[in-house]
T-cell receptor, first 115, second 115 residues
């Protein structure tokens, strides 16, 4: 059972473009929505996160847009740079089994920013 | 500050052998997670410890997998006997508190190849 669906699987943009990565979730018990960035040979690292009581959060060039009624959230990268080339994972957090609050990751988006 | 430290970084072994992966969480963190990453299944949570106690091991694929956390600064993930389908990158992550809204800090992973 896939609790969070992420798209697209891969994305190529030119430097300065605005890549957008989308995620949709099913369980309304989720209450925290982070995005992680992963470079080759490294573990994922938290990039930005949002709670469902706000519709947008911006940190530097990274923005999360959140639509609670549609159960969707997206990551926008403004003025993208070649150094942003990485795999991006959305995630959801909430009570899924027992009392543990766990991260459930989307399938990932491989972003390439061309110079 | 030292991040999450995993060892070995790479492991190649033959089918049927015992494999032990090691993790040192960030000092002061009291929650520890083991994940497996593959192209087919993405990032999967295997097991989660809080204060050295296993809280949720529902992601452990089979009885061949076991994990221990004998103290706050060390955890192991053991596969015995190993099979080719266990080949993956295994990540350890730690965080402060069980609430799930604290960022999880990932190690750089162990790339495991079972021949």
């Amino acid at each position: 059972q896939q609790q969070v669906k992420q798209s697209p699987q891969s994305l190529i943009v030119q430097k300065g473009g605005i890549p957008i990565i989308n995620c949709a979730y099913e369980n309304t018990a989720f209450d925290y929505f982070p995005w992680y960035q992963q470079f080759p040979g490294k573990g994922p690292a938290l990039l930005i996160a949002i709670r469902p009581d706000v519709s947008e959060k911006k940190e530097g060039r990274f923005t999360i847009s959140f639509n609670k009624s549609a159960k969707q959230f997206s990551l926008h990268i403004m003025d993208s740079q070649p150094g942003d080339s990485a795999t991006y994972f959305c995630a959801v957090v909430g009570v899924s089994s027992g009392s543990a609050r766990q991260l459930t990751f989307g399938s990932g988006t491989q972003l390439t920013v061309l110079p | 500050d030292a991040g999450v430290i995993q060892s070995p970084r790479h492991e190649v072994t033959e089918m049927g052998q015992e494999v032990t992966l090691r993790c040192k969480p960030i000092s002061g963190h009291n929650s520890l997670f083991w994940y497996r990453q593959t192209m087919m299944r993405g990032l999967e949570l295997l097991i989660y410890f809080n204060n050295n106690v296993p809280i949720d091991d529902s992601g452990m694929p089979e009885d061949r997998f076991s994990a221990k956390m004998p103290n706050a600064s060390f955890s192991t993930l053991k596969i015995q006997p190993s099979e080719p389908r266990d080949s993956a990158v295994y990540f350890c992550a730690s965080t402060l508190g069980p609430r799930g809204n604290q960022p999880q800090h990932f190690g750089d992973g162990t790339r495991l190849s079972i021949l």
